[in-house]
């Protein structure tokens, strides 16, 4: 980013607060959404003596240290990854907003990855807990996707990173909709509805992070499932969640597609 309007070490703080207050929303995401319950009422409460939560004490981070990760009213303990999911996501808004500041991609696409850091955190820890993708995640991030993509497209005159951000919608869902077919044990429906948004948005980046986002899920699943395998926490048969794999290699493809797609051709003296 170029002479920015903004201070870098203005705009990471800013986004690194902004984010824990996300966070703090996920929590509630998170719990609420698998179960079928709305997010927005009741309050939030304590489980155990029911009391709503105020505001004082539901401050991002601050609150749990301040209450020694404690209920104030019946001294219940709080589970430490509440504050955790604060900190996670605060530093994931940091570190997108440094990739813009540094150059890594153009900061009128930054919005579209505040959302996935976001949606993705959510949807990587209803997955781990429940082994699906909500609907009411992975579907407005299409419209979302398509909104900031168009958006930023207008912002930057490139209209040649349309037709890619159109083949990685196209790609990644074909694929993953023959494998939830030809491999139902590993995949489901829910992926493949993650994979379109996530093959459009890594496409708009380019062709390097579109390909290299899309393998690099496979590849941190299979290098996660051999660990689980050795460790004897998992067998042969096991059913991860795939779609935290699918999200980390999406974010392995925009912030590192490009040199590693680079060292590759390098490799193999195509470049």
Known sequence: MT???????FAITVTAV????????????IWRLPRGMSVVHPRSACPVCKRPIAWYDNIPVLSYLVLRGRCRTCSTGISLRYPAVELLTAAA??????????????????????????????LALIDLDHHRLPDAITLPAY???????????????DLSRLLPALIGLIAL?????????????????GDVKLAGSLGMTLGWFGWPQLIVGGFSAFIVGAIVGIALIIAR????????????????GAAIGIFAGQPIAGFYLTLVGLA
């Open 3 to 9: 002479d920015p309007l903004i201070p870098a070490w």
């Open 18 to 29: 902004f984010g824990g207050l996300i966070g703090s929303f996920l929590n509630v995401v």
């Open 93 to 122: 808004f940091a570190g997108v907003t440094i990739g813009a500041y540094q150059g890594v991609y153009p900061a009128a696409i930054l919005p579209l990855l505040l959302f996935w850091a976001a949606a993705g955190i959510a």
């Open 143 to 157: 419209i979302v996707s398509f909104v900031f993509i168009m958006l930023a497209t207008a912002l930057t005159g």
């Open 173 to 189: 869902s074909g694929l993953y909709l023959l494998l939830a077919f030809g491999w139902r044990e590993g995949m489901g429906l």
């Open 233 to 248: 926490r998992a067998g042969r048969k096991s059913g991860l969640p795939f779609g935290p794999f699918m999200l980390i």
